[in-house]
């Protein structure tokens, strides 16, 4: 009784889950296709887009408004950077890492694997050292831009990856985020075909916010069972 209650309760108004992921999974075609616009920009903050409004209808409380404002500035953050550029894309991006970090040390593990932890040390510094490999070719300024938001999003994954939250969808969502922006760095300072990276960005990306908020808001929902 009580997993039929817990399903029922993880799966309020999951057709917004399945419409996000028809929207984020579709807009591959999108990437593949090089389509640009204002219709388009607008397909590629509605995979999110829907995920953060799945996330506010599941809310009960604080952590469940944190995630769901985790995941609406990643939405506007995907519109931004199309619609306005990277640097205001970064912005809302940073915005929604720092609200990340601020759940997830909320919900931090009460014990850990010295795998576990040796994994959530590293991260940040090795993270670091290959967005600096990956842009150290490119300007001054995008070196630096690279280096220190991936700091942001390498602080957030080594959380997500130490929080309560399913490592096999927050934590593993996480690291591909993670790995997404890597990949888009890679593209940006000329380590890597930006024709292979755009095979690449998008799914790890979007998967990684589907992973993250399914394991968010699925664990906050078993916490309301009695």
Request: proline share 3%.
């Amino acid at each position: 009784m009580s997993e039929q209650r817990w399903a029922k309760g993880r799966d309020r108004a999951r057709w917004l889950w399945l419409a996000g992921l028809v929207c984020g999974i579709s807009y591959f075609a999108a990437v593949y296709m090089r389509l640009d616009g204002p219709a388009i920009w607008a397909w590629k903050a509605s995979g999110v887009g829907l995920l953060a409004a799945w996330a506010a209808m599941n809310a009960r409380s604080a952590d469940g408004k944190l995630i769901a404002a985790v995941l609406a500035f990643g939405a506007l953050g995907d519109w931004l950077l199309d619609a306005v550029g990277m640097l205001a894309g970064a912005a809302a991006f940073a915005t929604g890492h720092l609200i990340a970090i601020i759940l997830y040390l909320r919900n931090r593990r009460p014990s850990l694997t010295s795998s576990q932890k040796l994994l959530a040390w590293a991260l940040v510094p090795l993270a670091l050292i290959i967005a600096w490999g990956l842009t150290r070719s490119a300007e001054t300024a995008l070196m630096a831009a690279a280096i220190a938001y991936t700091g942001g999003v390498a602080i957030m994954a080594a959380t997500a990856w130490t929080s309560r939250f399913p490592r096999y969808r927050t934590g593993i969502g996480a690291m591909m985020f993670l790995v997404s922006d890597l990949f888009i760095f890679a593209g940006e300072g000329g380590a890597l075909s930006k024709d292979v990276s755009m095979w690449l960005v998008w799914p790890l990306y979007f998967g990684g916010q589907a992973l993250i908020s399914r394991g968010v808001v699925n664990m906050l929902a078993k916490d309301r069972l009695p």
